[in-house]
């Protein structure tokens, strides 16, 4: 019985030595990729400063504006440029093979408490002016919105949809109305842009 085990150990030793020889002999075949990350989405303004009045209904400013008083009332003067990102608030740039939306929302939105509408809307650069685009409420598809909600009573959103082979600057406007309150404290609000390759 001794003798049985030690012929089979030795046996399965040498199919396993074996083995592990047929599959030191195989060839192996390798591919290297190399991945070349594409920026569909730049950033302009990071910071800008508004004047707002008590008792302002349905005024206009802009993100970023060309510092006529009071400030924020008018857009970059134009044509924005990718060196001065004054002059503009968010550029995208796609090639034949990709689109591009950008979700719009306010990571830090107005008060409605002080604020009784902050509307946002978008235009872009048509080469002579600054122009209306639709907003939509999905990347692709759906439907168009007239404004997304920028106080703290919603969380809006709304998706610039950019096409294929194109280049373009954009600016946020927002229609606003300050009056509820007499309150003159600072009011800070931030915008938060998220570029969706399509």
Known sequence: MRKLRAILGVKASLCLFSLAMVVLALVAYTAQVTIHPT??????????????????YNETRYLPNNGTAPAGSLPPDGPPAIGDT???AFYVST?????????????????????????ITVKNWTGLAWNDID???APTGGNIKSFIRGTNATNDFGYVQHPVSASTYYVICVTYSYDLVDTTSIVTV????????Q
């Open 190 to 197: 931030t915008f938060q842009y998220t570029p969706l390759p």
């Open 86 to 88: 004054s002059s503009y």
């Open 135 to 137: 907003i939509y409420d």
């Open 39 to 56: 920026k569909l989405f730049t950033v302009g303004a990071t910071t800008d400063s508004w004047t707002v009045y008590v008792n302002d």
């Open 95 to 119: 090639g034949a093979d990709k689109a591009c939306a950008v979700n719009i929302t306010m990571s830090t939105p107005a008060d409605n408490n002080t604020f009784s509408s902050f509307q």
